[in-house]
């Protein structure tokens, strides 16, 4: 089996760094090439046209001001696209929930395999209880929160049990900690070292996958379960 070959936007970001050294060991994935703001050593985002490498997937965990630039080139390239870049905007949202019927799209608030479990386990535990939900998120202090995780707690706990979820959120770790609580409930994760394993798992699995509508972990699951 072919590597599946990986052109990562933001490559000297946190998680663009720990990907190139969890790439190395990878037996499924490479990162063919790289694209940055500032570094002389990668592609820019104003020279996209440039990129010589053959690749199968886009990554991008940048920034939302290139965000527009790497969407449209992905559309260009009929590349499917996993969309990591915090902060967009309405327009940018809507840009690519448009662009996921014309190339595959991946985008979630979570890309972690480890916190899709405690998401589920979250709905299943709301589904019983009678108490108002509390979630209480810790971070390194400085994550932008509400984390977008938490906000994905509560939007699954919301369509499916109608229930509203009370979000409260906490900066506190110097060290790169995100921690979750939901009553006896428990998630934590450290680093960015995972995250960018379970993000070249979900390039893998994105690679053949066709445009028709926006991909999140629970449909990957789904449709690998099917």
Not at 9 to 33: C, H
Not at 71 to 84: D, E, F, Q, R, T
């Amino acid at each position: 089996m072919n590597k599946v070959k990986i052109l990562w936007s933001g490559i000297t970001g946190r998680t663009g760094q720990e990907a190139l050294k969890v790439i190395k060991d990878n037996n499924m994935a490479e990162i063919v090439a790289g694209i940055c703001r500032s570094d002389s050593n990668y592609y820019n985002y104003d020279n996209l046209n440039d990129v010589k490498q053959e690749f199968d997937v886009i990554v991008d965990f940048s920034h939302k001001d290139s965000f527009d630039q790497i969407l449209n080139y992905a559309i260009k390239m009929n590349k499917p696209l996993i969309i990591g870049t915090a902060g967009l905007t309405e327009e940018q949202m809507k840009a690519f929930e448009d662009a996921s019927n014309i190339i595959p799209i991946f985008r979630g608030g979570n890309f972690r395999f480890d916190v899709k479990n405690f998401i589920d386990e979250v709905v299943e535990y709301a589904k019983t209880c009678d108490d108002r939900i509390e979630l209480i998120e810790t971070h390194y202090k400085t994550k932008k929160v509400p984390s977008e995780t938490a906000k994905v707690v509560a939007k699954k706990v919301l369509d499916e049990t109608g229930k509203k979820v009370e979000i409260k959120s906490f900066l506190e770790y110097d060290e790169l900690i995100n921690d979750w609580r939901v009553a006896d409930l428990h998630c934590r994760v450290c680093g960015f070292k995972e995250l960018a394993e379970d993000v070249i798992k979900i390039a893998v699995m994105m690679k053949d996958k066709k445009p028709n509508g926006v991909y999140d972990l629970d449909r990957l699951f789904r449709e690998c379960e099917n």
